[in-house]
């Protein structure tokens, strides 16, 4: 595609629900990352996918979050027993390689827990 | 660990006024600098970026010069445009080998005709 797309653009749960969040990125990029933004703050790294596996997930703040990119395309950010702290903007960003410093973003994902 | 200091916003100019936006950092190693903007309703997108220090990344007229000896990459416009009122992020990067950002807050930029 001709950009990173990241479905649902908005996703209201309820606490204790389970909520999965996609990211297409663009075709060919290998690098993958998400990363959370809470109101008023920067992006925090999450995880990163080279390929299918994830090389990093050590920004993942507990086991109810979990993420998965079976193909090395298309991945998912998993949330389970979702909390009303978990309520921010989830951006996934794309690179051609490991190695490359140019990251594409998405324009996110609201989800808010009530 | 590692962080970057933006100065708060919003920062509010008249079109054409000189633009400055402060960034400091703090790292571990020896990381990559760089600034992403946020136009309204689009992602993030890498204004420009140094991966050394005295290097000036430079872009749509913007420019930020890495000074290690300061710790500094403060974004710089000499005459701004409506059409910049965005959303200004620094960051950094110390991963080897692949690119883990570390974000500022963000600084928005209003500019009025």
């Known amino acids: 595609g001709a950009g990173v797309s990241q479905t649902p653009s908005n996703k209201v749960t309820e606490k204790g629900k389970y909520v999965e969040l996609r990211c297409d990125p663009i075709?060919?990029?290998?690098?993958l990352y998400w990363y959370r933004q809470s109101l008023g703050q920067g992006p925090e790294f999450l995880i990163y996918?080279?390929?299918?596996?994830?090389?990093?997930d050590s920004g993942l703040p507990n086991d109810r979050f979990f993420a998965v990119r079976p193909e090395g395309s298309v991945s998912t950010l998993k949330i389970q027993r979702t909390e009303r702290g978990d309520s921010a903007v989830y951006l996934c960003a794309s690179s051609e390689g490991a190695t490359n410093e140019k990251l594409f973003f998405g324009s996110g994902t609201q989800l808010s827990v009530l | 660990g590692n962080s970057v200091t933006q100065m708060e916003g919003p920062v509010t100019l008249s079109e054409e006024a000189f633009l400055t936006i402060n960034c400091t950092y703090t790292a571990t190693g020896y990381p990559s600098l760089f600034w992403y903007v946020q136009y309204p309703g689009e992602g993030l997108q890498l204004l420009l970026k140094a991966t050394k220090a005295d290097d000036k990344g430079s872009n749509k007229g913007f420019e930020a010069t890495y000074r290690k000896e300061t710790t500094s990459f403060h974004l710089e416009k000499g005459s701004v445009q409506v059409s910049d009122s965005a959303v200004y992020f620094c960051?950094?990067?110390?991963?080897?080998?692949?690119?883990?950002?570390?974000f500022g807050k963000g600084t928005m930029l209003l500019v009025s005709p």
């Open positions: 075709s060919g990029h290998t690098a």
């Open positions: 960051a950094l990067s110390v991963s080897s080998g692949y690119s883990t950002l570390t």
């Open positions: 996918f080279q390929g299918t596996g994830a090389a990093d």
